[in-house]
């Protein structure tokens, strides 16, 4: 606003409000049609304690567990909006993966390792690279998924390992020996998938122990576009989605085993996209370096918005975001995180009449519509 001493309110056919004031015109608030909840860190107050915030994950009693880049692991009550400290001591403030096993939180740093907390016994564990076959193959843990099967993939910058719980150690998976998984995915078949840096997608079965690896091949119609992968997706309809650094992002059909590109040639806003969340009706949202696009299925056609439409930044995060069991999406940016209902979102229908107020030539008023008036030419 800017001025208090308010005189004048007036609602547009729009729904927005125009505000006149004593000492400073007028001002103007439009109406939102969309609406984000949004969370940074503030000094002296119950917040965030980070701002690049790069993982979420959910525990059974509905609280959200946060990684930060700089700021460590916080918990989050969605009902109260209220921040708590982690009660891991010593804990690492770079985090970049998390994943929940029953009631114990395991927390993947960058260059500290892995650590497991108990959340209902407050007990952990820190786990480091070591020389020995059974230890973790890098300290720079970037993705963990939790199977069906209660098995635990550990995705570093330099390979894969799984977790053995009765022993509690570690199997270094010499299948991706050197390669950065960058993240995992079981999708509902029981596959797993892995995402890298640049060594395109890995598909595991479990079930006959098989292995395949989808590269980016020039010339092949229908093949992954782009070797750097970083997050996978399945949709309600079992659909698999692949988001890359510089290539948009991709379905892949698993009976046919074709990819389908969508990137900015289709006319995607933006060829940098970070993460897919499926809402409802077909409707996915995404994450890129240019805001967050609402992405139809139905339409293939993409809105963005941006920091002027309520972020608190157009820059996301790799690989950041949730849907949690209520229906709320999360997303990550580099100052904190945002939430919103996708069902409260609205489309503006109004379409305000076009008025011709004056017509000038050399910038000077002409009269049209008279015998003197002079005749343009396009």
């Known amino acids: 606003m800017s001025d208090n001493a308010i005189y004048s309110l007036y609602k547009d056919a729009e729904g927005g409000i125009w505000i006149g004031s004593y000492f400073g015109g007028i001002d103007y608030y439009p109406t939102q049609y969309a609406t984000f909840e949004k969370y ?20 059974e009693d509905g609280n959200l567990w946060i990684g930060t880049e700089d700021g460590g692991l916080n918990k989050f ?63 720079n843990i970037y993705s963990m998924c939790r199977t069906s099967a209660g098995q635990l993939y550990i995705g570093t910058t330099t390979g894969l390992n799984l977790y053995n719980h009765e022993t509690n150690d570690f199997t270094r998976i010499h299948k991706m020996d050197g390669i950065f998984v960058f993240n995992i995915l079981e999708d509902s078949k029981g596959n797993i998938w892995f995402a890298t840096y640049n060594s395109g997608i890995f598909k595991y079965n ?29 949709d309600s309809k079992q659909r698999l989605w692949f988001t890359m650094l510089g290539r948009g992002f991709c379905s892949f059909n698993q009976d046919t085993e074709e990819f389908t590109t969508y990137d900015s040639s289709q006319g995607l806003a933006n060829d940098v996209i970070y993460k897919i969340v499926e809402a409802n009706n ?18 293939k056609t993409s809105n963005i918005y941006a920091d002027n439409n309520g972020l608190l930044t157009n820059q996301f995060n790799y690989s950041s975001g949730i849907k949690s069991k209520n229906g709320t999406i999360y997303f990550g940016c580099i100052n904190g995180f945002i939430a919103f209902k996708p ?36």
């Open 206 to 234: 479990p079930r006959n122990n098989s292995w395949k690896n989808y590269v980016s091949t020039p010339g092949v119609p229908h093949g992954l576009p782009y070797n750097k992968v970083i997050s996978i997706y399945e």
């Open 282 to 299: 077909d409707i996915l949202w995404l994450t890129s370096n240019k805001g967050l696009i609402r992405f139809d299925l139905k339409t």
């Open 40 to 59: 940074y860190p503030i000094i002296g107050q119950n917040s965030l304690s980070g701002k690049v915030v790069r993982e979420f994950c959910e525990d």
């Open 77 to 139: 009550n969605p009902k109260t909006k209220e921040f708590s400290p982690c009660p891991l001591a010593g804990l690492h403030y770079n985090v970049h993966a998390l994943s929940m096993d029953n009631h114990t939180l395991w927390i993947g740093t960058y260059s500290k390792g892995l650590y497991s907390l108990d959340l209902k016994t407050h007990r952990s564990r820190h786990y480091l690279m070591g020389h020995a076959e059974n230890t973790l193959n890098d300290n």
């Open 343 to 378: 069902e409260s979102f609205t489309e503006n229908t109004y379409f305000p009449p076009v008025a011709i107020t004056d017509f000038l030539l050399f910038n000077k008023s002409a009269d049209i519509g008279t015998k003197d008036s002079p005749s343009v030419k396009a």
